[in-house]
């Protein structure tokens, strides 16, 4: 039969999703796959998060909180803590800088790669919470040294408010009725610069809720190249204040962080009224996009409970956590069983690749597994296998196990190379591996996403882990090393995975044909266990 | 690629990454506003009048409400607005109606303009009715040097002789 193909086609890369293929390849000529800051984004995100926290309470313990002596509480600090406290406050300002900056990017790269629906979209709304609450954070955070600045964009803010009818006007008189603001409002703007970074930090554990295992961390050369950066300009760049803060006086230039204090200058173009529309445009067009738009989904695992043994290799695996080990419902001697959130499912199929009842080596003449793919079932893949390598000839005689969301691995069959298309290259069991190369083949090639850009998070990763026998279900001892290898190519790769596959076929006609006395799969019983 | 090249490749990302931030952190400066101007805030938050004078209850309107609820004189809640006029020079720069707060109108009347004008010395009027009849009676004129990046408020405040030029 024919190679079960994934049922929802997959839309030709946009001009989005080739830009950013093309940022990631000049960053993965400098990092190497595994470290591209780009593929790390949110987890640098939090990174940023945590420097700019632990700065903030070290300039904290020496700041003066009130109006009047606020900014001479930095001065002082920039004065006589020198490097220590001018680093710490470049340091704070940098750190949070660089969270918008990840921030974006974070947000440009999913919006690129269409992932805010479906099983995402909480993700996806989570996020824009987070968005919101690190500006309030960070713009609140420029009032507290009460210079000039902070007179201004504090009271370009109270302006903005001002505009709606629920304040109208009163919000601003807090700034300049008087010669100074009071030291009990200055509090207030204290506890919100205290107060909305632990909400975002609330916001950003929600936002990390429907993934597993969460990467808040990125990878250790990464975390320290960046970190280092960041000290790097900290001590090259150190932060000045401006004049005190003068009520009676607007200074002729301002030294604008752009990061954080763009909607002061956006608000000078479109006016409080036009700001508003802008912001509430943006956010609701974002937040409506996972109810407005079709991701292409395979159709969500199912559990077949009697294939299953509760062993939890599904719960393990699953990157979105829409697996759940609940107790058994039939009366098989298993404490648990497998249950699908099919809301929750991506349809990766890592699932089905974890499960032990996949393995083709089952004598049953229908394979059905524990946890199976409705749109790639694995007895129809397996029968795909079995064909195709039959139909091989010539040597060497390879079989690519092909990633549905990396590069087209189809387009690469002739008369010696037969690939199979997974939902993810994860959903392959690596007992696959070894009743390809049992059936016939000399060399199997196993091709996912680039490094760590896998589609659904942990794919390539857990392929690595499964083959190398670092995970379970692990490529036995007994396969040959050499006759199996497993490649990164993007969707715009499919050059370099045919050179891989050239230099794999390069590979095992130097290793010879596979030996004879290799035993073939088992034969097929009418009957199988479950 | 050659360990060597990656090695500087990343020197450059992280060079453009530091560079982004600190350019981006402080540049291009901003000018909150034109060159040359100042800037007028009025910033109010005043009751106005009741609309309407109390009035004197009858004996007999009295005698129809509940004991705990004869109050001799029956006051309208509702205020007027309160309306401000800004002139510079005999033009006319500002032209507010601060309508008053809550559900009943009968709360302050708060109103916030900002007015870039240019820098110099300028003639200023002021003023206020916050009557029912809109009787402009409290009235203030000064003529100002205004330099540039000067702010100056325009409040109302009784207690200090009624408009104020801060």
């Known amino acids: ?530 | 690629m050659n360990r060597a090249v990656a090695w500087g490749l990343q020197v450059v990302l992280y060079g453009a990454f530091a560079a982004t931030l600190g350019w981006f952190s402080t540049s291009p400066a901003f000018e909150p506003l034109p060159p040359g101007h100042a800037l007028i805030r009025v910033s109010l938050n005043h009751a106005g009048q009741r609309k309407a004078a109390c009035r004197t209850r009858s004996p007999e309107e009295l005698a129809k409400l509940a004991p705990n609820m004869r109050a001799a004189e029956d006051c309208p809640r509702e205020r007027a607005p309160v309306l401000v006029k800004v002139e510079l020079d005999g033009k006319s720069v500002a032209d507010i109606v601060a309508i008053p707060s809550g559900l009943s109108r009968d709360g302050a009347s708060v109103a916030y303009r900002r007015i870039p004008v240019p820098a110099g010395t300028h003639r200023i009027r002021v003023k206020l009715a916050d009557d029912a009849a809109g009787t402009f009676d409290r009235v203030r004129e000064e003529e100002m040097r205004l330099d540039p990046g000067r702010v100056l408020v325009v409040d109302f405040e009784p207690g200090k002789g009624g408009i104020v030029l801060r």
């Not at chain 1, 001002?162 to 009990?184: C, E, H, K, M, W």
């Not at chain 1, 790097?232 to 990061?259: E, N, Q, T």
């Not at chain 1, 763009?262 to 609701?284: I, N, Q």
């Open chain 1, 1 to 530: 039969m024919a190679m079960n193909a994934p049922s929802l086609p997959l839309p030709a890369p946009g001009p989005a999703t080739l830009a950013v293929e093309r940022v990631d390849a000049l960053f993965d000529a400098a990092f190497g796959q595994r470290l591209n800051p780009m593929r790390h984004l949110g987890a640098l995100g939090f990174l940023f998060f945590w420097i700019c926290c632990a700065s903030g309470i070290w300039i904290y313990v020496g700041f003066d909180t009130s109006a009047t002596g606020a900014r001479e509480s930095l001065a002082a600090m920039d004065r006589n803590d020198w490097p220590l406290g001018a680093f710490a406050r470049a340091l704070h300002r940098y750190s949070a800088d660089a969270l918008v900056l990840v921030t974006a990017l974070h947000l440009a790269r999913e919006l690129s790669r269409r992932h805010y629906a479906a099983f995402r979209r909480f993700t996806w709304l989570t996020g824009l919470v987070v968005l919101v609450v690190m500006f309030a954070a960070g713009i609140g955070g420029y009032w507290l040294p009460w210079d000039q600045l902070a007179q201004w964009s504090l009271t370009a803010t109270t302006e903005w408010f001002d505009a709606l009818p629920v304040f109208d006007g009163a919000l601003t008189r807090n700034v300049i009725a008087g010669d100074q603001v009071s030291d009990r409002f200055f509090s207030l703007l204290i506890f919100l610069h205290i107060g909305l970074p632990l909400a975002m930090l609330g916001a950003m554990w929600a936002h990390v809720q429907r993934v597993s295992p969460a990467r808040t961390h990125p990878p250790g050369a990464l975390a320290w190249g960046s970190a280092a950066t960041l000290a790097l300009l900290a001590l090259a760049k150190p932060l000045s204040l401006m004049p005190p803060a003068d009520l009676a006086f607007l200074p002729a230039r301002i030294p604008l962080d752009w990061f954080y204090l763009f909607p002061h200058a956006a608000m000078a173009w479109l006016g409080p009224d036009g700001l508003w529309v802008a912001l509430a445009a943006f956010l609701v067009t974002l937040a409506a996009l996972p109810y407005a738009t079709r991701v292409p989904r395979a159709p969500a695992a199912r559990v077949s409970l009697d294939n299953c043994n509760g062993c939890a290799r599904c719960f393990a695996d699953c990157p979105y956590d829409a697996v759940v080990m609940v107790p058994r419902t039939d009366a098989r001697p298993h404490p648990r069983q497998a249950q699908v959130d099919a809301a929750l499912c991506a349809g990766c199929g890592i699932c089905t690749g974890a499960c032990p009842s996949s393995t083709p080596f089952r004598r049953g003449e229908t394979l059905t597994t524990g946890i199976d793919m409705p749109s790639a079932a694995i007895g129809a893949l397996r029968e795909s296998l079995e064909s195709r390598t039959a139909a091989l000839a010539g040597a060497p005689r390879v079989v690519v196990f092909g990633c549905r969301w990396g590069a087209p691995s189809r387009v690469l069959e002739d008369g010696s190379t037969a690939a199979i298309e997974f939902l993810c290259a994860a959903m392959a069991p690596p007992s696959f591996v070894e009743y390809a190369l049992r059936a016939g083949a000399d060399g199997v090639l196993v091709a996912g996403c680039r490094d760590g850009d896998c589609e659904f998070r942990t794919g390539t990763a857990i392929v690595a882990e499964r083959l190398a026998a670092a995970r379970m279900p692990a490529l036995r001892a007994s396969v040959p090393p050499a006759r199996v290898r497993f490649v990164h190519a993007g969707r715009t790769d499919l050059g370099a995975l045919r050179a891989h596959l050239e230099d794999f076929r390069a590979a095992l006609a130097r290793l010879g044909p596979r030996a004879a006395d290799h035993p073939p799969p088992p034969k097929r019983q009418e009957r199988h266990h479950g």
